[in-house]
Each structure stands twice: as structure tokens, then as C-alpha cells.
């Protein structure tokens, strides 16, 4: 069973690059950009959950004004490093656990809206079991950010800037791995999660074109 990529000496010997925008090729700089903007919008006062919290990147830009702020990740060095940028947040709690088991985890509808950005769902088993258990907890909005398809060659560079070795790639599906980690990052269309999100029984109400390269789109959660 290969260590999972987020918790592996891999990651932490290229100081976690891949999740720190300082080293991004310039569209990747704007994407996050942008993006920041869109989620400091959408969390202004609400309580928020951050599915795949990763480094904890957004804590310091979302912990001052949401009322607030769960972080869930199942990789314990990101829980560590996350941990580390909660610190003197009162309204932030870090959370171990899996993205298809939200349900049991947290009350019914308990956040008002949710984050699974910076291609999170690319990362994962299920996508649908994954946006199914994300509507449970939600009462508003699920936010989700992916690869968008068609920017493969942006996407390559930028893995090549920021040192991450996928040493597998299917260009015509626009899926990288990892194969000693068992990474795979995916890409999708606006149709694609259309499909997926109304397999999870849920609609995608708005979407956005990040600096061309990552897909934005904001799923109803509607109430069960
Ligand atoms: C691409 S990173 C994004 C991190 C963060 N959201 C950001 O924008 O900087 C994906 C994160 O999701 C976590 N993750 C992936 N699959 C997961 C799962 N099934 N359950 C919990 N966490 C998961 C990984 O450990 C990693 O920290």
C-alpha cells in the first residue's frame, strides 16, 4: 500500500510547493488569486467547512472573517502544518478524517457553506459519494474548484515549477499520477461536473473560468 502522497517525505522535501502559491507560474498566481476573492465573498460571517484543508493556505485569509471555520483532512502532516496557521484562531477547528464520511462526522446541514477548492475532488476515490456527503453537512452552497480540461500544458509546466513528479500521465483523459504514491490528479469540464453533481442529486447553480486554467463552479445545496 504506498503512503499517501499529502503524508509522505516527497511532499515535504519539496516544502510543500504544490500548496504554496509564492512558487506558482504566473496564471496559477492569478488563479488563486481570483479565488481567494470568490471564497472571502461567499464566507463573509457564515460557518464554513473546508473539505481537504490541506496546509491549512486559506486559514490566515478566512479565519478573520468567517464566524467559523472547520478544516478536514485525512494526511496527518497536513493536519500538522494546518494546525500550525490556526494558531491564536479561536473559531478554527482541524478535523482527521475522510471526505466520504463527512456525514458522521458533523450534524445534519451544520455549515453553512463549503469549500472542496484547489482541485480536491480531482484527488479523490468518488467525486459523487464525496459532493453527496458535502450536501449532507451544508446548508447553502458547496464551492468547488478543479483543472479544467483543455489546459494541459499549463498544467504540466506547472508541476514542473513547483517540482511535483507525476510520472504518469493520460493526455487524452487529462489524468496525471503519481505512481509511488498513488496520486491521481484529474481535469474536468463544466459537463463533467454538471454530470457528476446531478448524479450526487444536486445542481450547479454558477460557474467561473479561473485565469483560464482552473474551473470554479458553485453547487446548490439544496435541503433534504
Ligand atoms: C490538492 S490539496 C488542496 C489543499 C487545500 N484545499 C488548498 O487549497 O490549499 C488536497 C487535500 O485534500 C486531502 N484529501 C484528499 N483526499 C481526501 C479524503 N478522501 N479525505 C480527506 N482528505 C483528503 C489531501 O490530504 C490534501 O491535503
Given amino acids: 500500500m504506498p503512503t499517501n502522497f499529502y503524508d509522505s517525505d516527497d511532499f515535504k522535501n519539496i516544502d510543500f510547493k504544490p500548496l504554496n502559491p509564492l512558487y506558482y507560474p504566473t496564471e496559477y498566481q492569478r488563479y488563486i488569486k481570483e479565488e481567494t476573492d470568490l471564497i472571502k465573498q461567499h464566507i463573509n460571517g457564515k460557518t464554513a467547512l ?22 478536514i483532512d485525512n494526511a496527518d502532516l497536513m493536519l500538522q502544518n494546518s494546525k500550525e496557521r490556526a494558531e491564536g ?14 456525514s458522521h462526522l458533523f450534524p445534519s446541514k451544520y455549515f453553512d ?43 504540466k509546466n506547472w508541476y514542473k515549477t513547483v517540482g511535483l513528479s507525476m510520472d504518469g500521465v493520460d493526455e487524452k483523459n487529462e489524468i496525471f499520477y503519481n505512481t509511488k504514491s498513488g496520486l491521481r490528479s484529474k481535469a474536468y469540464s463544466l459537463e463533467e461536473i454538471e454530470a457528476i453533481s446531478k448524479n450526487a442529486g444536486l445542481v450547479v447553480a454558477d460557474h467561473k473560468i479561473l485565469a483560464g486554467v482552473v474551473l470554479w463552479v458553485e453547487i446548490e445545496s439544496l435541503p433534504k
Fill in 89 to 102: 484562531f479561536s473559531n478554527v477547528r482541524l478535523v482527521k478524517g475522510d471526505l466520504e464520511n463527512l
Fill in 113 to 155: 457553506v463549503s469549500l472542496c477548492v484547489w482541485n480536491t475532488l480531482g484527488n479523490v476515490k468518488d467525486e459523487v459519494v464525496v459532493l453527496s456527503e458535502l450536501a449532507k453537512v451544508t446548508k447553502e452552497r458547496i464551492l468547488v474548484s478543479v483543472h479544467l480540461k483543455g489546459a494541459l500544458e499549463q498544467r
Fill in 50 to 71: 473546508e473539505a481537504g484543508v490541506g496546509i491549512g493556505r486559506l486559514i490566515p485569509d478566512l479565519a478573520p472573517i468567517a464566524k467559523e471555520f472547520v478544516g
